[in-house]
Protein backbone atom coordinates (compact mmCIF):
# COMPACT_ATOMS: atom_id res chain seq x y z
CA UNK A 1 0.00 0.00 0.00
CA UNK A 2 1.53 3.46 -0.87
CA UNK A 3 1.24 6.07 1.57
CA UNK A 4 3.21 9.63 1.73
CA UNK A 5 6.85 9.70 2.68
CA UNK A 6 5.56 12.33 4.86
CA UNK A 7 2.44 11.58 6.36
CA UNK A 8 0.17 13.52 8.56
CA UNK A 9 -0.86 10.94 11.88
CA UNK A 10 -2.45 11.59 14.77
CA UNK A 11 -3.61 9.16 17.26
CA UNK A 12 -5.27 9.28 20.26
CA UNK A 13 -5.89 6.27 22.35
CA UNK A 14 -8.48 6.95 25.31
CA UNK A 15 -7.61 3.88 28.23
CA UNK A 16 -5.36 1.70 26.57
CA UNK A 17 -7.11 -1.48 26.52
CA UNK A 18 -5.24 -4.73 27.88
CA UNK A 19 -3.11 -3.27 30.59
CA UNK A 20 -3.81 -2.34 34.07
CA UNK A 21 -5.11 0.37 35.04
CA UNK A 22 -5.68 3.95 32.63
CA UNK A 23 -3.63 4.92 30.37
CA UNK A 24 -3.35 7.48 26.86
CA UNK A 25 -1.28 7.27 23.81
CA UNK A 26 -0.85 10.46 22.06
CA UNK A 27 0.87 10.70 18.67
CA UNK A 28 1.40 13.72 16.75
CA UNK A 29 3.28 13.65 13.28
CA UNK A 30 3.11 16.10 11.17
CA UNK A 31 4.61 16.21 7.84
CA UNK A 32 6.63 12.96 8.74
CA UNK A 33 8.24 14.96 11.29
CA UNK A 34 6.64 13.54 15.47
CA UNK A 35 6.11 16.36 17.01
CA UNK A 36 4.54 14.93 19.89
CA UNK A 37 4.57 11.63 21.35
CA UNK A 38 3.22 11.05 25.12
CA UNK A 39 2.53 8.35 27.67
CA UNK A 40 -0.60 9.83 29.17
CA UNK A 41 -1.01 8.17 32.89
CA UNK A 42 -4.15 9.37 34.22
CA UNK A 43 -5.05 6.73 37.08
CA UNK A 44 -5.95 9.09 40.11
CA UNK A 45 -3.27 9.07 42.81
CA UNK A 46 -3.60 7.10 46.07
CA UNK A 47 -1.68 8.29 48.68
CA UNK A 48 -0.23 5.02 50.16
CA UNK A 49 3.45 6.76 51.55
CA UNK A 50 0.78 9.09 53.46
CA UNK A 51 -1.35 6.56 54.68
CA UNK A 52 1.53 4.75 56.49
CA UNK A 53 2.36 7.66 59.00
CA UNK A 54 1.61 7.31 61.89
CA UNK A 55 0.76 3.70 61.79
CA UNK A 56 2.64 1.10 63.66
CA UNK A 57 5.45 -0.47 61.98
CA UNK A 58 3.82 -4.13 61.96
CA UNK A 59 1.05 -2.74 59.96
CA UNK A 60 2.88 -1.36 57.08
CA UNK A 61 2.72 -4.90 54.72
CA UNK A 62 -0.45 -5.76 55.34
CA UNK A 63 -1.55 -1.60 54.52
CA UNK A 64 0.69 -1.47 51.54
CA UNK A 65 0.10 -4.78 49.73
CA UNK A 66 -3.59 -3.46 48.91
CA UNK A 67 -1.71 -0.88 46.90
CA UNK A 68 -2.13 -3.80 44.00
CA UNK A 69 -4.26 -6.81 44.13
CA UNK A 70 -1.54 -8.67 41.25
CA UNK A 71 1.48 -7.46 42.85
CA UNK A 72 0.34 -7.74 46.47
CA UNK A 73 3.07 -10.60 48.04
CA UNK A 74 5.29 -8.37 45.54
CA UNK A 75 4.51 -4.97 47.96
CA UNK A 76 4.08 -7.02 51.83
CA UNK A 77 7.27 -8.64 51.13
CA UNK A 78 9.36 -5.18 50.01
CA UNK A 79 7.74 -3.96 53.50
CA UNK A 80 8.67 -6.27 55.07
CA UNK A 81 12.09 -6.20 54.28
CA UNK A 82 12.19 -2.66 54.60
CA UNK A 83 11.05 -2.66 58.43
CA UNK A 84 13.25 -5.77 59.51
CA UNK A 85 16.05 -3.70 57.97
CA UNK A 86 15.01 -0.56 59.69
CA UNK A 87 14.33 -2.33 63.26
CA UNK A 88 17.38 -4.94 62.96
CA UNK A 89 15.24 -8.33 62.41
CA UNK A 90 16.97 -11.20 60.56
CA UNK A 91 14.59 -13.76 59.41
CA UNK A 92 15.22 -17.70 59.83
CA UNK A 93 15.89 -19.32 57.02
CA UNK A 94 12.30 -21.62 56.89
CA UNK A 95 11.09 -17.81 56.69
CA UNK A 96 13.42 -16.72 53.91
CA UNK A 97 12.84 -20.21 52.08
CA UNK A 98 8.89 -19.87 52.47
CA UNK A 99 8.96 -16.27 51.47
CA UNK A 100 10.73 -17.16 47.93
CA UNK A 101 8.48 -19.72 47.43
CA UNK A 102 4.83 -17.35 48.41
CA UNK A 103 7.15 -15.25 45.90
CA UNK A 104 7.00 -17.77 42.99
CA UNK A 105 3.01 -18.12 43.24
CA UNK A 106 3.01 -14.59 42.68
CA UNK A 107 5.43 -14.25 39.51
CA UNK A 108 3.58 -17.41 38.09
CA UNK A 109 -0.16 -15.58 38.33
CA UNK A 110 1.09 -12.46 37.04
CA UNK A 111 3.26 -13.61 34.32
CA UNK A 112 0.24 -16.30 33.31
CA UNK A 113 -2.31 -13.60 32.73
CA UNK A 114 0.00 -11.06 31.28
CA UNK A 115 1.27 -13.89 28.42
CA UNK A 116 -1.55 -16.06 27.84
CA UNK A 117 -4.27 -13.10 28.24
CA UNK A 118 -3.36 -9.52 27.79
CA UNK A 119 -0.41 -10.53 25.20
CA UNK A 120 -1.22 -13.40 23.02
CA UNK A 121 -4.82 -12.65 21.94
CA UNK A 122 -2.90 -9.69 19.69
CA UNK A 123 -0.71 -12.46 18.22
CA UNK A 124 -3.76 -14.44 17.57
CA UNK A 125 -5.42 -12.05 15.62
CA UNK A 126 -7.83 -11.75 18.74
CA UNK A 127 -9.11 -8.76 20.79
CA UNK A 128 -9.55 -10.61 23.59
CA UNK A 129 -9.52 -13.49 25.76
CA UNK A 130 -13.49 -14.48 24.57
CA UNK A 131 -12.75 -15.13 21.09
CA UNK A 132 -9.65 -16.91 21.89
CA UNK A 133 -11.57 -19.05 24.03
CA UNK A 134 -14.04 -20.07 21.16
CA UNK A 135 -11.23 -21.12 18.92
CA UNK A 136 -8.48 -22.34 21.29
CA UNK A 137 -10.14 -23.28 24.85
CA UNK A 138 -7.69 -25.48 25.61
CA UNK A 139 -5.37 -23.01 25.50
CA UNK A 140 -7.59 -20.65 27.85
CA UNK A 141 -8.14 -23.81 29.82
CA UNK A 142 -4.18 -24.20 30.35
CA UNK A 143 -3.43 -20.47 31.33
CA UNK A 144 -6.64 -20.98 33.81
CA UNK A 145 -5.02 -24.03 35.22
CA UNK A 146 -1.62 -22.59 35.61
CA UNK A 147 -3.19 -19.42 37.53
CA UNK A 148 -5.41 -21.38 39.77
CA UNK A 149 -2.27 -23.43 40.94
CA UNK A 150 -0.43 -20.22 41.59
CA UNK A 151 -3.02 -18.90 43.81
CA UNK A 152 -3.27 -22.23 45.35
CA UNK A 153 0.29 -21.65 46.54
CA UNK A 154 -0.17 -18.54 47.43
CA UNK A 155 -2.63 -19.51 49.59
CA UNK A 156 -1.15 -22.78 51.18
CA UNK A 157 2.47 -20.70 52.06
CA UNK A 158 0.80 -17.52 53.18
CA UNK A 159 -3.11 -17.63 53.92
CA UNK A 160 -5.05 -15.89 50.99
CA UNK A 161 -4.68 -16.12 47.53
CA UNK A 162 -4.49 -12.47 47.49
CA UNK A 163 -3.18 -10.36 50.13
CA UNK A 164 -0.48 -12.53 52.34
CA UNK A 165 -2.12 -12.32 55.78
CA UNK A 166 0.24 -15.39 57.09
CA UNK A 167 3.44 -13.13 56.40
CA UNK A 168 4.12 -10.61 59.32
CA UNK A 169 7.60 -8.67 60.24
CA UNK A 170 10.42 -11.77 61.39
CA UNK A 171 8.45 -14.45 59.89
CA UNK A 172 5.39 -16.24 59.62
CA UNK A 173 2.02 -16.75 61.87
CA UNK A 174 0.65 -19.34 59.77
CA UNK A 175 2.59 -22.53 58.39
CA UNK A 176 1.76 -25.24 55.38
CA UNK A 177 1.22 -28.84 56.93
CA UNK A 178 3.50 -31.37 54.94
CA UNK A 179 0.24 -33.22 53.35
CA UNK A 180 0.15 -29.72 51.58
CA UNK A 181 3.36 -29.23 50.24
CA UNK A 182 3.10 -32.75 48.76
CA UNK A 183 0.06 -32.31 47.29
CA UNK A 184 1.64 -28.87 46.00
CA UNK A 185 4.61 -30.47 44.59
CA UNK A 186 2.31 -33.24 42.62
CA UNK A 187 0.83 -29.87 41.13
CA UNK A 188 4.09 -27.99 40.66
CA UNK A 189 5.88 -31.33 38.78
CA UNK A 190 2.03 -32.14 36.94
CA UNK A 191 2.21 -28.58 35.64
CA UNK A 192 5.63 -29.47 33.35
CA UNK A 193 3.25 -30.41 31.00
CA UNK A 194 1.86 -26.98 30.58
CA UNK A 195 5.17 -25.60 30.67
CA UNK A 196 5.94 -27.29 27.60
CA UNK A 197 2.80 -25.85 25.75
CA UNK A 198 3.37 -22.71 26.93
CA UNK A 199 6.87 -22.44 25.52
CA UNK A 200 5.46 -24.32 22.45
CA UNK A 201 2.65 -21.73 22.12
CA UNK A 202 4.98 -18.55 22.29
CA UNK A 203 7.79 -20.21 20.05
CA UNK A 204 4.55 -19.85 17.18
CA UNK A 205 4.45 -15.81 17.77
CA UNK A 206 6.50 -13.29 15.91
CA UNK A 207 7.46 -10.84 18.19
CA UNK A 208 8.29 -7.92 16.39
CA UNK A 209 11.94 -7.20 16.09
CA UNK A 210 12.41 -3.53 17.44
CA UNK A 211 15.68 -2.77 18.74
CA UNK A 212 17.22 0.72 20.89
CA UNK A 213 20.15 0.52 22.88
CA UNK A 214 18.50 0.50 26.95
CA UNK A 215 19.96 0.26 30.29
CA UNK A 216 18.42 -2.12 32.10
CA UNK A 217 18.43 -2.42 36.01
CA UNK A 218 17.85 -5.47 38.06
CA UNK A 219 18.44 -6.97 41.21
CA UNK A 220 21.58 -9.13 41.61
CA UNK A 221 22.99 -12.03 43.87
CA UNK A 222 25.81 -14.28 43.76
CA UNK A 223 24.55 -17.08 43.95
CA UNK A 224 20.69 -16.87 42.49
CA UNK A 225 18.26 -15.26 40.01
CA UNK A 226 17.75 -12.45 42.50
CA UNK A 227 14.04 -11.78 43.47
CA UNK A 228 14.15 -10.60 46.94
CA UNK A 229 17.49 -8.57 48.29
CA UNK A 230 20.36 -8.18 46.72
CA UNK A 231 22.48 -5.10 45.08
CA UNK A 232 21.13 -2.96 42.47
CA UNK A 233 22.42 -3.73 39.11
CA UNK A 234 23.03 -2.50 35.30
CA UNK A 235 23.71 -3.54 32.24
CA UNK A 236 25.40 -0.17 31.75
CA UNK A 237 27.68 -1.59 34.44
CA UNK A 238 28.26 -0.31 38.30
CA UNK A 239 26.18 -2.09 41.48
CA UNK A 240 24.70 0.08 43.95
CA UNK A 241 23.51 -0.64 47.74
CA UNK A 242 19.63 -1.11 48.29
CA UNK A 243 20.14 2.09 50.73
CA UNK A 244 21.41 3.75 47.53
CA UNK A 245 18.56 3.52 45.48
CA UNK A 246 17.90 6.77 44.92
CA UNK A 247 20.95 7.32 43.18
CA UNK A 248 19.74 5.11 40.63
CA UNK A 249 16.29 5.79 40.42
CA UNK A 250 16.44 9.76 40.32
CA UNK A 251 12.43 10.07 40.05
CA UNK A 252 10.72 13.07 38.49
CA UNK A 253 7.59 14.91 37.62
CA UNK A 254 6.04 15.42 33.85
CA UNK A 255 2.99 17.70 32.67
CA UNK A 256 1.51 15.00 31.19
CA UNK A 257 1.25 12.52 33.80
CA UNK A 258 0.28 11.70 37.67
CA UNK A 259 2.81 9.00 37.94
CA UNK A 260 6.26 9.97 38.42
CA UNK A 261 9.71 9.13 35.96
CA UNK A 262 13.24 7.91 36.56
CA UNK A 263 16.51 7.65 34.81
CA UNK A 264 19.64 6.57 35.56
CA UNK A 265 23.15 6.76 33.16
CA UNK A 266 20.86 6.99 30.11
CA UNK A 267 17.78 9.38 29.66
CA UNK A 268 15.43 5.95 30.79
CA UNK A 269 16.31 2.63 31.84
CA UNK A 270 14.06 -0.90 31.66
CA UNK A 271 12.98 -3.05 34.67
CA UNK A 272 11.24 -6.10 34.66
CA UNK A 273 11.51 -9.99 33.26
CA UNK A 274 13.54 -8.53 30.39
CA UNK A 275 16.15 -6.41 32.20
CA UNK A 276 16.09 -9.30 34.85
CA UNK A 277 17.39 -12.41 32.62
CA UNK A 278 19.68 -9.45 30.50
CA UNK A 279 21.48 -8.41 34.45
CA UNK A 280 21.13 -12.42 35.59
CA UNK A 281 20.97 -15.13 32.82
CA UNK A 282 23.85 -16.56 34.25
CA UNK A 283 21.57 -17.80 36.97
CA UNK A 284 18.69 -19.37 35.71
CA UNK A 285 17.31 -22.78 35.95
CA UNK A 286 18.60 -24.85 32.94
CA UNK A 287 14.75 -25.60 31.96
CA UNK A 288 14.39 -21.88 31.88
CA UNK A 289 17.41 -21.13 29.79
CA UNK A 290 16.38 -24.09 27.38
CA UNK A 291 13.26 -22.00 27.13
CA UNK A 292 14.63 -18.80 26.19
CA UNK A 293 17.12 -20.91 23.13
CA UNK A 294 13.68 -22.13 21.87
CA UNK A 295 12.34 -18.27 22.20
CA UNK A 296 15.51 -16.68 20.30
CA UNK A 297 15.94 -15.04 23.42
CA UNK A 298 19.67 -14.42 24.44
CA UNK A 299 21.28 -11.45 27.07
CA UNK A 300 21.61 -8.58 25.99
CA UNK A 301 18.66 -8.50 24.09
CA UNK A 302 17.19 -4.99 23.94
CA UNK A 303 13.87 -5.50 21.68
CA UNK A 304 10.82 -4.07 24.18
CA UNK A 305 8.78 -6.68 22.50
CA UNK A 306 10.60 -9.68 24.05
CA UNK A 307 9.41 -8.42 27.49
CA UNK A 308 6.74 -10.93 26.72
CA UNK A 309 9.12 -14.55 25.73
CA UNK A 310 11.46 -12.88 29.10
CA UNK A 311 8.08 -13.68 31.26
CA UNK A 312 7.68 -17.00 29.66
CA UNK A 313 11.27 -18.06 30.85
CA UNK A 314 10.65 -16.67 33.87
CA UNK A 315 7.40 -18.93 34.37
CA UNK A 316 9.74 -22.27 33.68
CA UNK A 317 12.32 -21.19 36.13
CA UNK A 318 9.56 -20.25 38.84
CA UNK A 319 7.73 -23.84 38.53
CA UNK A 320 11.27 -25.68 38.54
CA UNK A 321 12.40 -22.93 41.68
CA UNK A 322 9.41 -23.81 43.32
CA UNK A 323 9.76 -27.97 43.32
CA UNK A 324 13.39 -27.42 44.53
CA UNK A 325 12.15 -25.37 47.19
CA UNK A 326 9.18 -27.30 48.10
CA UNK A 327 11.55 -30.16 48.40
CA UNK A 328 13.87 -28.16 50.49
CA UNK A 329 11.13 -27.57 52.87
CA UNK A 330 10.12 -31.07 53.27
CA UNK A 331 12.77 -32.34 54.30
CA UNK A 332 13.75 -29.99 56.68
CA UNK A 333 10.20 -30.41 58.24
CA UNK A 334 8.16 -27.09 58.82
CA UNK A 335 8.22 -25.89 62.47
CA UNK A 336 6.02 -23.77 63.76
CA UNK A 337 8.51 -20.61 64.79
CA UNK A 338 7.34 -17.63 65.80
CA UNK A 339 8.48 -14.59 64.46
CA UNK A 340 12.11 -12.99 65.31
CA UNK A 341 11.25 -9.67 67.49
CA UNK A 342 12.78 -5.92 66.14
CA UNK A 343 16.19 -5.68 68.12
CA UNK A 344 15.40 -2.05 68.10
CA UNK A 345 12.26 0.44 67.37
CA UNK A 346 13.51 2.89 64.97
CA UNK A 347 15.61 3.33 62.58
CA UNK A 348 15.62 3.50 58.38
CA UNK A 349 15.67 0.59 56.35
CA UNK A 350 15.39 -0.10 52.40
CA UNK A 351 13.73 -3.02 50.92
CA UNK A 352 13.85 -4.60 47.57
CA UNK A 353 12.35 -7.39 45.66
CA UNK A 354 12.11 -7.94 41.58
CA UNK A 355 8.08 -7.85 41.35
CA UNK A 356 6.57 -9.27 38.24
CA UNK A 357 6.95 -5.78 36.37
CA UNK A 358 10.67 -5.13 38.17
CA UNK A 359 12.24 -3.80 40.71
CA UNK A 360 10.35 -2.39 43.60
CA UNK A 361 11.61 0.11 46.57
CA UNK A 362 9.86 0.27 49.69
CA UNK A 363 12.05 3.02 52.27
CA UNK A 364 10.70 3.35 55.94
CA UNK A 365 11.89 5.68 58.82
CA UNK A 366 10.34 4.25 61.64
CA UNK A 367 10.38 6.38 65.54
CA UNK A 368 9.48 4.39 68.60
CA UNK A 369 8.14 1.44 66.76
CA UNK A 370 5.63 4.16 64.54
CA UNK A 371 6.22 5.02 60.92
CA UNK A 372 7.55 8.40 60.53
CA UNK A 373 7.60 8.76 56.50
CA UNK A 374 7.61 6.08 53.79
CA UNK A 375 8.88 6.65 50.42
CA UNK A 376 8.10 3.62 47.54
CA UNK A 377 9.20 3.56 43.98
CA UNK A 378 7.55 1.38 41.58
CA UNK A 379 8.80 -0.74 38.93
CA UNK A 380 6.05 0.70 36.38
CA UNK A 381 7.04 4.24 37.20
CA UNK A 382 10.64 3.89 36.48
CA UNK A 383 9.55 2.11 32.76
CA UNK A 384 7.29 4.88 31.66
CA UNK A 385 10.34 7.12 30.42
CA UNK A 386 11.52 4.04 28.50
CA UNK A 387 8.22 3.15 27.30
CA UNK A 388 8.01 6.50 25.84
CA UNK A 389 11.35 6.80 24.71
CA UNK A 390 10.69 3.25 22.51
CA UNK A 391 7.89 4.98 21.20
CA UNK A 392 9.32 7.84 19.72
CA UNK A 393 12.12 5.80 18.40
CA UNK A 394 9.34 3.19 17.26
CA UNK A 395 6.94 5.48 15.30
CA UNK A 396 9.67 6.97 12.31
CA UNK A 397 9.84 3.62 11.68
CA UNK A 398 6.85 2.88 11.01
CA UNK A 399 4.74 5.91 9.30
CA UNK A 400 4.57 3.79 6.16
CA UNK A 401 1.61 1.73 8.01
CA UNK A 402 -1.48 2.65 8.32
CA UNK A 403 -2.96 4.64 10.92
CA UNK A 404 -4.68 1.07 12.71
CA UNK A 405 -1.16 -0.61 12.40
CA UNK A 406 0.61 2.59 13.99
CA UNK A 407 -1.83 2.14 16.40
CA UNK A 408 -1.66 -1.24 16.87
CA UNK A 409 1.91 -1.58 17.47
CA UNK A 410 2.58 0.98 20.02
CA UNK A 411 -0.54 -0.62 21.94
CA UNK A 412 1.65 -3.86 22.02
CA UNK A 413 4.45 -2.31 22.73
CA UNK A 414 2.59 -0.74 25.60
CA UNK A 415 1.42 -3.64 26.68
CA UNK A 416 4.69 -5.29 26.23
CA UNK A 417 6.04 -3.94 29.31
CA UNK A 418 2.95 -5.12 31.46
CA UNK A 419 2.73 -1.73 33.35
CA UNK A 420 0.82 -1.50 36.21
CA UNK A 421 -0.34 1.88 36.02
CA UNK A 422 -2.50 1.50 39.05
CA UNK A 423 0.80 0.59 41.46
CA UNK A 424 2.24 3.56 39.55
CA UNK A 425 0.15 6.48 40.77
CA UNK A 426 0.51 6.13 44.42
CA UNK A 427 1.41 10.10 44.97
CA UNK A 428 0.96 13.64 43.96
CA UNK A 429 2.62 17.24 45.24
CA UNK A 430 -0.34 19.66 45.37
CA UNK A 431 1.30 22.83 44.32
CA UNK A 432 -1.58 25.39 44.44
CA UNK A 433 -1.30 28.69 42.57
CA UNK B 1 -19.98 -38.94 30.65
CA UNK B 2 -23.28 -36.70 31.88
CA UNK B 3 -22.13 -34.49 35.00
CA UNK B 4 -23.95 -35.15 37.54
CA UNK B 5 -22.75 -32.89 40.56
CA UNK B 6 -25.03 -29.79 41.44
CA UNK B 7 -23.33 -26.92 42.63
CA UNK B 8 -24.25 -23.61 45.06
CA UNK B 9 -21.94 -21.11 44.89
CA UNK B 10 -21.94 -18.28 47.84
CA UNK B 11 -20.44 -15.22 46.23
CA UNK B 12 -19.38 -11.91 47.93
CA UNK B 13 -16.89 -10.24 50.30
CA UNK B 14 -17.65 -11.22 54.36
CA UNK B 15 -15.94 -8.16 54.97
CA UNK B 16 -18.55 -5.42 53.13
CA UNK B 17 -22.33 -5.71 55.16
CA UNK B 18 -24.68 -7.66 52.83
CA UNK B 19 -22.41 -8.60 50.42
CA UNK B 20 -22.04 -11.67 52.70
CA UNK B 21 -25.21 -12.87 51.83
CA UNK B 22 -23.72 -15.67 49.24
CA UNK B 23 -21.64 -17.01 52.18
CA UNK B 24 -24.15 -16.62 55.01
CA UNK B 25 -26.45 -18.71 52.22
CA UNK B 26 -23.79 -21.42 52.07
CA UNK B 27 -23.21 -21.37 55.92
CA UNK B 28 -26.63 -21.98 56.29
CA UNK B 29 -27.24 -24.85 53.82
CA UNK B 30 -24.75 -26.53 55.42
CA UNK B 31 -26.49 -26.66 58.60
CA UNK B 32 -29.61 -28.46 56.81
CA UNK B 33 -30.34 -31.84 56.91
CA UNK B 34 -32.56 -31.72 53.98
CA UNK B 35 -29.87 -30.38 50.84
CA UNK B 36 -29.70 -33.71 48.65
CA UNK B 37 -26.65 -35.55 48.59
CA UNK B 38 -25.08 -35.08 44.99
CA UNK B 39 -24.91 -31.14 45.99
CA UNK B 40 -21.59 -29.22 46.72
CA UNK B 41 -21.82 -26.26 48.66
CA UNK B 42 -18.49 -23.67 47.89
CA UNK B 43 -18.34 -20.08 49.55
CA UNK B 44 -16.91 -18.90 46.33
CA UNK B 45 -15.61 -15.39 47.73
CA UNK B 46 -15.02 -12.58 45.66
CA UNK B 47 -15.23 -14.09 42.17
CA UNK B 48 -12.87 -13.76 39.35
CA UNK B 49 -11.97 -15.73 35.85
CA UNK B 50 -10.97 -18.67 37.92
CA UNK B 51 -14.13 -18.91 38.96
CA UNK B 52 -15.45 -20.34 35.87
CA UNK B 53 -12.99 -23.93 36.73
CA UNK B 54 -15.51 -24.02 39.95
CA UNK B 55 -18.39 -24.44 37.67
CA UNK B 56 -16.97 -27.01 34.98
CA UNK B 57 -18.08 -30.66 35.38
CA UNK B 58 -21.10 -29.26 37.03
CA UNK B 59 -24.80 -30.15 35.85
CA UNK B 60 -26.67 -28.02 37.49
CA UNK B 61 -24.88 -24.69 39.31
CA UNK B 62 -27.07 -22.02 41.80
CA UNK B 63 -25.29 -18.99 42.30
CA UNK B 64 -26.06 -16.69 45.52
CA UNK B 65 -25.02 -13.24 45.99
CA UNK B 66 -25.85 -9.71 46.90
CA UNK B 67 -27.31 -7.64 44.25
CA UNK B 68 -28.21 -4.22 43.34
CA UNK B 69 -31.90 -5.01 41.37
CA UNK B 70 -33.69 -1.48 42.59
CA UNK B 71 -35.55 -3.56 44.90
CA UNK B 72 -36.12 -3.12 48.89
CA UNK B 73 -33.61 -4.37 51.23
CA UNK B 74 -34.06 -7.85 51.67
CA UNK B 75 -36.15 -8.32 48.85
CA UNK B 76 -34.50 -11.28 46.79
CA UNK B 77 -35.09 -12.59 43.50
CA UNK B 78 -34.69 -15.74 41.34
CA UNK B 79 -33.31 -15.67 37.16
CA UNK B 80 -32.26 -17.79 34.96
CA UNK B 81 -28.83 -16.67 33.65
CA UNK B 82 -30.37 -15.12 30.03
CA UNK B 83 -32.66 -13.19 32.13
CA UNK B 84 -29.97 -11.65 34.89
CA UNK B 85 -28.58 -8.27 33.52
CA UNK B 86 -25.24 -8.98 34.99
CA UNK B 87 -22.72 -5.88 34.67
CA UNK B 88 -19.48 -6.38 33.48
CA UNK B 89 -16.71 -4.97 35.70
CA UNK B 90 -14.02 -2.11 34.22
CA UNK B 91 -15.11 -2.90 30.41
CA UNK B 92 -15.19 -6.38 30.64
CA UNK B 93 -13.12 -8.88 29.22
CA UNK B 94 -11.92 -6.54 26.81
CA UNK B 95 -10.87 -3.89 29.07
CA UNK B 96 -8.54 -4.83 32.23
CA UNK B 97 -8.97 -8.57 33.60
CA UNK B 98 -7.48 -7.26 36.86
CA UNK B 99 -10.95 -6.40 37.82
CA UNK B 100 -12.91 -9.44 36.33
CA UNK B 101 -16.04 -10.29 38.38
CA UNK B 102 -19.16 -12.93 37.70
CA UNK B 103 -20.10 -11.91 34.28
CA UNK B 104 -16.92 -12.36 33.07
CA UNK B 105 -16.79 -15.82 34.25
CA UNK B 106 -19.88 -16.16 32.81
CA UNK B 107 -18.69 -15.16 29.74
CA UNK B 108 -15.58 -16.48 29.54
CA UNK B 109 -16.98 -19.91 30.18
CA UNK B 110 -19.66 -19.89 27.21
CA UNK B 111 -16.73 -19.27 25.28
CA UNK B 112 -14.92 -22.07 26.24
CA UNK B 113 -17.88 -24.30 26.31
CA UNK B 114 -17.68 -25.64 29.96
CA UNK B 115 -20.68 -23.77 31.56
CA UNK B 116 -22.94 -25.71 33.66
CA UNK B 117 -26.43 -26.66 31.41
CA UNK B 118 -28.37 -24.96 34.10
CA UNK B 119 -27.11 -21.57 35.65
CA UNK B 120 -29.73 -19.85 38.25
CA UNK B 121 -28.97 -16.82 40.30
CA UNK B 122 -30.63 -15.87 43.05
CA UNK B 123 -30.15 -12.07 43.87
CA UNK B 124 -30.68 -10.36 47.62
CA UNK B 125 -30.92 -6.32 47.60
CA UNK B 126 -28.38 -5.46 50.00
CA UNK B 127 -29.25 -2.36 52.80
CA UNK B 128 -25.56 -1.80 52.85
CA UNK B 129 -22.50 -3.10 51.40
CA UNK B 130 -20.11 -0.86 53.39
CA UNK B 131 -17.06 -1.75 55.71
CA UNK B 132 -18.61 -3.86 58.00
CA UNK B 133 -18.47 -7.30 59.19
CA UNK B 134 -21.93 -8.92 58.76
CA UNK B 135 -25.79 -8.86 58.00
CA UNK B 136 -28.51 -6.25 58.86
CA UNK B 137 -31.74 -7.43 60.14
CA UNK B 138 -33.39 -6.93 56.57
CA UNK B 139 -30.82 -9.49 54.92
CA UNK B 140 -30.70 -11.60 57.92
CA UNK B 141 -34.08 -12.38 57.92
CA UNK B 142 -34.83 -13.49 54.37
CA UNK B 143 -32.44 -16.12 54.60
CA UNK B 144 -34.52 -19.40 55.55
CA UNK B 145 -36.71 -18.19 52.50
CA UNK B 146 -33.76 -18.17 50.32
CA UNK B 147 -32.39 -21.49 51.41
CA UNK B 148 -35.72 -23.22 50.71
CA UNK B 149 -36.11 -21.85 47.10
CA UNK B 150 -32.69 -22.99 46.77
CA UNK B 151 -33.60 -26.91 48.14
CA UNK B 152 -36.61 -26.84 45.78
CA UNK B 153 -34.36 -25.91 42.79
CA UNK B 154 -31.87 -28.92 43.58
CA UNK B 155 -34.73 -31.49 44.35
CA UNK B 156 -36.63 -30.47 40.85
Known amino acids: MAATTKPNVSINVHHVTRVEGHGNIVVDVKKGVLEKCDLEIVETPRFFEAMLRGRPYDQSSHITSRICGICAVGHATASLRATETALGVEPSEQTRLLRQLNFYGEILDSHILHAYMLVAPDFLGVGSVIPLAKTAPDVVLRALRMKKLSGDLCKIVSGRHTHPIAMTVGGFTHFPTSAELLDLREQLEAARADLDATVELFQTLDFPAFERETEYIALRQDDEYAWIDGVIASTDGGTWPLEQYRDVTNEYMVPHSTAKRAKNQRESYMVGALARFNVNYDLLHPQAKKAAAALNLAPVCHKPYMVTAAQVVEIVHAVEDSIRLTDELLERGIEWEEPVPPSRLSGEGVGSCEVPRGILFHNYNIEDGIVVGANCIIPTNQNLQNIEDDMRALVPTILDRTKDDITLALEMLVRAYDPCISCSTHLLDVKFV | ?156
Open chain 2, 1 to 156: MQPTTQLVLGLGNTLRGDDGAGAAVIEALDKRADVPADVRLVDGGTPGLETVLILQGCARVIIVDAAAMGLAPGAWARFNREDAKLRGTYGGLRGTLHGAGLAEALELGAALGILPGEIIIYGIQPHDVDWSVGLSEEVRRVLPDVCSAIIDDLKG
